[in-house]
C-alpha cells in the first residue's frame, strides 16, 4: 500500500471551476486517482477532484503560509 498525503475522498457538492492544466500534470492527477482508490479499494475518481484536497493540504502544511498568514491577523 502506497504512502500517499491524501486520503480517500470525501463526497461533496460538487462546484464547477474552469481551469487549464498541462497534460502532463493531468496524467500525473489520472494516475494518482488510480493509485488512492486502488489503496482505498474503489474506482478512481475524476482526477479533477483531487485537485481541491491537494490545494488544501498544500496550503495547511506550508509553514511560512501560516506564519504570514498569523502575522497578517495580528496586524489588523
Known sequence: MAKLKLG???DDKPVKVTLELPASLHR???AYAEI???DAGQ???DPVRL???ML????ATDREFAKARR??????
Open 8 to 10: 480517500p475522498i470525501g
Open 28 to 30: 500525473d492527477l489520472t
Open 36 to 38: 488512492l482508490a486502488r
Open 43 to 45: 474506482t478512481a475518481a
Open 51 to 53: 485537485i481541491v484536497p
Open 56 to 59: 488544501g493540504r498544500f496550503i
Open 71 to 76: 502575522g497578517k491577523a495580528n496586524a489588523r
